[in-house]
């Protein structure tokens, strides 16, 4: 007995000294309203006695709930629990019940994204280990070729020397794409935002744009908005979207047109990359824009590119607050546009 009642006492023990001193202002006034010892002297005692009895009982209810929150948090430590329904408390731990359960679904889903970053961060690494491989092998071999021999023929010197050189400007593309990416994600990447004509800077993009379309016999054409329609963003960094946006067009069109498109809204102004070519199959819509995805891997290494053109697009974009949106049918063509605030 004497010994559950010291256990019950050591956790409610936090309360002792407000019970002393509650005990002594009764026994006080006791004193000063009966001057019979007699009587004054069992009273205290009582007084003491009910207060022991009565810090055990919260003693005895305070080591039960904490019993029962550690036993709660050790099946959360084990994954014992697959769902936040499942943690139940006491009726007195009601509120208490809702904070742990909103701390397991909090854990749980910081450990499924810290699994999602890790796996991205693998594939990220072999890509880019896939990726840098590809070119530096390509230009080891020209080169080693020419050493061996094919240096002094005329025939194919000068062929392996471009092709090398074409590697050569592909890794300085690719090392460039991934350290925009890498600033952009890690906040290095700073934005300068102010207010610009939106029609001037996508005709300058589309000018720079007409010898590569022409090339390929491809209508590059553009449809500015409303004259002097000005945009809020960074000049700098939306161009690079632009660039990224027309590249794809032009490279994935064969033949028809492609066109950019400038269109006035009542808060935001809309602009709209639109092509006639390959299109993009449904299942493949949502990864677009992870980094090295490619829709049609062959394909794709054969017109060029690092990759990473549209995971930068998605990152600049978001970056103002907006969000690509992205229309495709296979056989029929492309079209991406964001919004910017007017």
Do not use: C
């Not at 309360?15 to 006034?29: A, F, G, W």
């Not at 449809?223 to 000049?235: A, F, Y």
């Amino acid at each position: 007995m004497w010994n559950d009642l010291s256990a019950n006492l050591k956790y409610s023990g936090i309360y002792l000294k407000e019970i002393i001193l509650l005990d002594s202002v009764v026994i006080l006034i006791i004193l000063l309203l009966e001057e019979r010892i007699y009587i004054t002297l069992p009273l205290a005692f009582l007084i003491l006695l009910f207060s022991l009895i009565f810090l055990s009982l919260i003693g005895k209810k305070r080591s039960t709930e904490l019993s029962e929150i550690k036993e709660i948090i050790k099946h959360i430590r084990e994954n014992y629990y697959s769902g936040p329904e499942e943690i139940n408390l006491s009726t007195g731990l009601s509120s208490l019940q809702e904070e742990i359960r909103r701390m397991f679904e909090k854990a749980k889903a910081d450990i499924e994204y810290l699994k999602k970053l890790e796996k991205m961060r693998t594939e990220f690494l072999a890509n880019v280990s896939h990726e840098l491989r590809t070119p530096i092998f390509a230009i080891q071999g020209y080169i080693e070729t020419l050493l061996s021999g094919a240096i002094n023929d005329e025939k194919v010197n000068k062929t392996f020397l471009e092709k090398a050189d074409r590697h050569t400007l592909n890794l300085n593309n690719l090392l460039n794409d991934l350290i925009d990416i890498s600033r952009i994600e890690s906040g290095e990447m700073r934005m300068s935002f102010r207010y610009f004509n939106i029609n001037e800077a996508l005709r300058t993009v589309v000018q720079e744009f007409e010898p590569m379309a022409s090339e390929k016999k491809i209508s590059l054409l553009f449809h500015p908005g409303k004259e002097n329609l000005q945009l809020w963003g960074d000049k700098q960094r939306l161009r690079l979207v632009i660039v990224n946006l027309l590249t794809n067009a032009i490279k994935y069109t064969e033949e028809g047109t492609v066109e950019v498109f400038v269109e006035d809204g009542p808060k935001y102004g809309k602009i709209i990359v639109k092509d006639t070519g390959i299109g993009i199959p449904a299942d493949d819509l949502d990864r677009i824009f992870e980094r090295f995805y490619r829709v049609d891997k062959g394909r794709s290494r054969l017109v060029g590119g690092t990759g990473l053109g549209l995971a930068i697009v998605k990152h600049i974009v978001e970056a103002h607050g907006s969000k690509v949106e992205v229309k495709s049918e296979p056989g029929k063509g492309s079209e991406f546009s964001f919004k910017l605030r007017k």
